[in-house]
């Protein structure tokens, strides 16, 4: 018997913390969210805001300890802290062993590696100079993809390396090299796992990247793929998340190659930018899922309501500065269009700034409408 | 060009702030609110919350003179402080002029009769005592409905007329006698209106009342009428939309009698409960609505995306006191089925605590799982 909701807070305070208080604000669940930004997105949306260091032993733990269930929007926090706080009785979703796995991307591929799931080949280097040597000695085959171990994001942390000398701007620290993928198409499949075992899976999305930037800047629902390929890409996710085990959201990332085999790229174990479709999109968004998992209550129906497409709005290339939106209203015109604005203040280049999910019966349709706004609406500074 | 978002401010902080709230924070538009109640549902969710009685006119001009709109999510405010604020360039939306003739039945009575707009008979009087004698004269027909002229909701100053002892509890102030009407259905229409004249309507509802509280305790949409009364209700409800020329959302409140007669039993120019299930239901909410409306910026599409029954959670009438909820996971085992708590930490009898809306492509199956779970859930106090 639900009598009243647990305190639940969020480490990290920006747009998927604030849509997962919108979720939480509906069932009138508190949060309180730490962030190291005093001007983060979810400030004037939560119950409880607090500036502190997400990487700091004894600030996490502060904040946790008053807490009776912690949940993540960002990967950069310290796994040390959560550990002291599962051992003190703190619910901590998703656990410290799967983040400890999720945020050093070595570690991650020899877990795919180890648990017989398919991934892109790969070697691991400990240092930059390790690597160069291993391209020299012809062990490491050009061109390549390479990625820092820990803290890349939003296509930070990652490139193409086609020569040695491509690698001079890069990080020294650990990284991988793997294997260059003839991607077809990139897919997402977002999976929900509460704390009784049970199991929810978002259908499959296709990811379409902005080649300049490598972020993602659309999201289909459905994919343009077969139903073949659809039933493999929900059953390799649903591997994945049954060898993590973990608790709250995962979201699988999947390169299909022109063999037209699927490979796990990487997981996200909170929500995710693919599936921001579901807020509108889906009977049960991946918040509410979320929120559903936290509180150990049974899984909603994450069905889609409608086909949907998602575009990111993201800062333009322009100017750095204090946001102006322009041509926003165009958004209005259109029927089944739904913005988000997360809030802002600082436009910069490539940042997120906001999102549009577009519902139609028709995807193409929605797609196209989609791509107009992307190139009609400028989120920009004076 | 919209290059960022006004200063809105809210009159009143309830839940039906509480879910324009949620819609502005989807686009992060700032909403400033203010309630006489500093433990208002708005509370945590705004920008900027004041405590402050609503109806003094110092007050309200205070609020709103520091603002670019303002506008109400209750009746009961001080309408000559809106007067000055327009007069001093604010945006009130429902204007004062829509809310004096709304605040006070009477007016909106005359109102209907001046635009010939079908309601049932009525007849006016000063003071309780006008009333008995004009029934005593036999100039009043036994039963009649008795309405307080001013503040009358949620089945609060209203009531059935039977025999004159009856009168005896009720307030002595100016009232209306209106005719008894042998009603078979009660709808709800609801328009929107911009500043620039477009115009947006929400399918017609059916609403189902609690015959012991009188308050609306399920939304059916659609409507279980012929086409011919749908269209009927639409167009007497633009009808009344056209008379008051209001700016933001008018709900349309109608009686269908056994002589399939549709007449307007009474407005309110704001979110309705009505409408709730937009949220869900809807591609634009009533909130989304209101919200493009008060912005000025083109309205959305209001159309129905899925069958859908809205079911109120009021407290018990066992007891008051600090809210405990049981079996609310109940809605949780059913797909489709939306929560809405409205964090009111006191529990009522016939408070309105929360709602659920349910979407189901079979209206029945719906209203039959909301009829469950009104019984099933239990909203009370130790």
Redesign the interface.
């Known amino acids: ?4 909701f647990p305190k639940i807070g969020i480490l990290g305070g920006g747009q998927l913390g ?1 849509m997962l208080i ?1 979720q939480a ?4 669940v ?1 949060l309180s969210v730490m962030d190291f930004d005093s001007n983060a997105v979810c400030k ?4 409880d805001f607090k500036v502190g260091d997400l990487m700091d032993y004894k600030t996490v733990i502060d904040f946790g300890s008053k807490l009776s269930i912690v949940t993540i929007e960002i990967e950069k926090v310290n796994v040390d802290a959560l550990k002291f706080l599962e051992k003190n009785k703190v619910k901590v979703y998703p656990q410290s062993k799967v983040l400890e796995i999720v945020q050093n991307k070595v570690k991650q591929k020899e877990f795919y590696k180890n648990n017989g799931i398919a991934t892109s080949d790969f070697q691991s280097f400990k240092t930059k100079s390790d690597l160069i040597r291993s391209i020299i000695q012809n062990e490491t085959k050009l061109p390549f993809i390479w990625k820092a171990s820990r803290f890349g994001y939003d296509g930070y942390g990652v490139k193409k390396i086609n020569k040695i000398s491509e690698l001079e701007p890069l990080d020294n620290g650990e990284c991988l090299a793997e294997e260059y993928i003839d991607i077809v198409k990139e897919l997402s499949v977002i999976i929900c796992r509460n704390h009784s075992g049970e199991t929810s899976c978002f259908p499959v999305v296709e990811m379409i990247f902005n080649p300049k930037s490598n972020q993602v800047e659309y999201i289909l629902c459905p994919p343009r793929i077969s139903e073949k390929i659809k039933s493999e890409a929900t059953d390799l996710a649903k591997k994945v998340s049954e060898s993590f085990q973990h608790i709250g959201l995962l979201a699988v990332e999947l390169f299909l190659d022109r063999k037209q085999r699927l490979l796990v790229n990487e997981v996200a174990p909170r929500p995710h930018n693919s599936g921001h479709w579901s807020i509108e999109g889906a ?1 049960s968004s991946q918040y509410q899922q979320l929120l ?1 998992a936290l509180l150990n ?2 899984l ?2 994450p ?1 889609i ?2 086909p949907s497409v998602m575009v990111n709005l993201v800062g333009s290339k322009k100017k750095s500065g204090p ?7 165009k958004i ?2 259109i ?2 269009a ?6 802002k203040p600082i436009s910069r280049p490539n940042r997120k700034m906001g999102h549009i999910t577009l ?1 139609d019966k028709d995807l193409e349709n929605a797609y196209q409408n989609a791509q107009y706004l992307k190139q009609t609406i400028e989120i920009s500074s004076k």
Do not use: A
């Open positions: 018997m639900l009598v009243q604030k919108d604000n509906k069932w009138s508190p004037n949306h939560c119950t009977y559903r209550l049974p909603g129906k069905d309501i409608s946001v102006i939106y322009k041509n926003l209203e209005f015109q029927n089944g739904f913005l988000h604005l997360y809030g519902l």
